[in-house]
């Protein structure tokens, strides 16, 4: 929603800020010049990097739109589910929570809190880890090294789309000025031509580096932002995952684990001490 309404701003910004002084709308209408700029844009994308790369960032942009969609109350859940299941583990052993992780889509703990179920990779790192305790193999160094490892490689998996998006922003000013070059190729064939028709063909010419710069610095390089913040938000969580289950795996009582993984919450979004107890005795119930 924010993209949205970022490119409507700027769009609307500009526009006013050229017809207040009595610029001609029809002017800034140049399909050619958008055609050089976004078009050769596109391709570069094509070019320089591998298809999985190009095949993903539609849904990376989908996702910038979307947002990540993390906030308070996705954490709220994921302490409920994880004091959930500590307390369970506590009381009945790891196998109280086998019959959870065999199918973890139709489990009554797990749709219990749907802001994390319906998180795909979120559960895969959860539901991974735990079988680990079921499997008897865990210990808390092994499993802080493994989780270090799963997170760190979606970061940076996460990481490529941003750093694509940015690459292709960088290059707009420049093909704008290709688009302008050819503007003035085009100016000194009619030299010969009205001064009208040569100014317009000026006016045209210029009008493909404003795209260029505009569409580098007012729309592609925000989303770009966009989906890094979309990234790191994702790895936060994972973070958070990561500092329960490793406490826990190490010895620590479930109020301990789960009060290691708040802190790692952003303080935006992170519970409160009495909100954590009451999801603890949430949990019990």
């Known amino acids: 929603m924010g993209i949205i309404v970022g490119v409507f701003g700027v769009t609307a910004c500009v526009i006013i800020g050229f017809v207040g002084p009595g610029g001609p709308l029809p002017i800034l209408f140049q399909p050619f010049e958008l055609i050089v700029i976004a078009g050769s844009a596109i391709f570069t994308i094509v070019s320089g990097n591998p298809g999985s790369v190009v095949k993903g960032l539609g849904g990376a942009l989908k996702g910038a739109l979307k947002g990540s969609g993390i906030n308070k109350a996705t954490y ?52 991974g880890a735990l079988r680990l305790f079921v499997d008897g193999v865990v210990n808390a160094f092994d499993l802080e090294r493994l989780l270090d490892t799963e997170i760190e490689t979606h970061h940076e998996e996460a990481l490529i789309y941003p750093g694509v998006v940015n690459k292709v922003s960088d290059s707009f000013p420049a093909l704008g000025i290709v688009a302008a070059v050819l503007g003035v190729i085009i100016t000194m064939s009619h030299l010969d031509g009205p001064p009208q028709e040569i100014g317009h063909h000026v006016a045209a010419a210029l009008v493909g580096t404003m795209i260029g710069i505009l569409f580098s610095y007012g729309y592609i390089t925000p989303i770009a932002n966009k989906m890094d913040h979309v990234a790191r938000e994702q790895t936060n969580i994972l973070k958070t995952v990561k500092a329960g289950l490793v406490s826990f795996a190490g010895g620590a009582p479930p109020q301990v684990a789960l009060e290691f993984a708040r802190k790692t919450i952003p303080s935006d979004m992170r519970p409160t001490s009495e909100e954590l107890e009451q999801l603890m005795k949430d949990a019990k119930k």
């Open 76 to 127: 709220s859940d994921l302490l409920g589910l994880m004091a959930s299941i500590f307390d369970t583990m506590r009381r009945e052993g790891v196998l109280g929570i086998e019959g959870d992780l065999s199918n973890p889509h139709d489990s009554p703990r797990f749709n219990k809190f749907p802001r994390v179920s319906h998180n795909h990779h979120l559960m895969e790192t959860l539901t």
